[in-house]
């Protein structure tokens, strides 16, 4: 099984400030024949549902603001909020698709 | 608008069944793979199971290989989860979601989820 660890936990960050959340996986998501890595990002608020926000790594979907952002290739994977919004304080999921479908433990984002 | 509604969630004693239902509209449910994800009380996420739009390919987690079956009515727009041999550790909110075309997927559509609590 590909299993993901996400780093920090959590992080506290000042509004306007940079989040930085990464996600390493056991093995590597990029699929030769494509060249695309299996990997999502999702935001989750309290008693929401999951909210796709990046796909392909990097590939925002429909009506996410641009000050998310996915990068990395292979086993290394990061998820940027440019500029922390109060709106964005939630937990932040990677997920991989490569194989059966496995998502990291989770980021708790918060106002500092 | 695309729109997952998830029913049959409830208390069950361990060892009991349920049968949880997703009622799929806005979009053509046949073309699209549908999956099972869960989230225990203040945990994480955790996918559950697979069906691809044609129901040739079926995917479980290990934990419940043999006790959980999922199946769809493309007919009725339907998704459904058979969750047999409950087990405390299968109490969890599921969320039914929307996959792909492919074998493997994001979700990009979810519902608001159905409680299961598994206690005697």
């Known amino acids: 099984d590909i299993v993901l660890t996400q780093s920090p936990d959590s992080l506290a960050v000042s509004l306007g400030e940079r989040a930085t959340i990464n996600c390493k996986s056991s093995q590597s998501l990029l699929y030769s024949s494509n060249n695309k890595n299996y990997l999502a990002w999702y935001q989750q608020k309290p008693g929401q549902p999951p909210r796709l926000l990046i796909y392909?790594?990097?590939t925002r979907e429909s009506g996410v603001p641009d000050r998310f952002s996915g990068s990395g290739s292979g086993t290394d994977f990061t998820l940027t909020i440019s500029s922390l919004q109060a709106e964005d304080v939630a937990v932040y999921y990677c997920?991989?698709?490569?194989?059966?479908?496995?998502f990291g433990g989770g980021t708790k984002v918060e106002i500092k | 608008e695309v729109q997952l509604v998830e029913s049959g969630g409830g208390l069950v004693k361990p060892g009991g069944s349920l049968r949880l239902s997703c009622a799929a509209s806005?979009?053509?449910?046949?073309?699209?793979?549908m999956d099972w994800v869960r989230q225990a009380p203040g945990k994480g996420l955790e996918w559950v199971s697979s069906?691809?739009?044609?129901?040739?390919?079926?995917y479980y987690t290990d934990s419940v290989k043999g006790r959980f079956t999922i199946s769809r009515d493309n007919a009725k727009n339907s998704l459904f989860l058979q969750m047999n041999s409950l087990r405390a550790e299968d109490t969890a909110v599921y969320y039914c979601?929307?996959?792909?075309?492919?074998?493997?997927?994001?979700?990009?559509?979810w519902g608001q989820g159905t409680l299961v609590t598994v206690s005697s």
């Open positions: 392909w790594a990097s």
């Open positions: 069906i691809s739009g044609t129901s040739t390919s079926i």
């Open positions: 979601a929307r996959g792909g075309s492919g074998s493997y997927s994001w979700q990009d559509y």
């Open positions: 806005g979009f053509i449910f046949s073309d699209y793979a």
């Open positions: 997920q991989q698709f490569y194989t059966t479908l496995f």
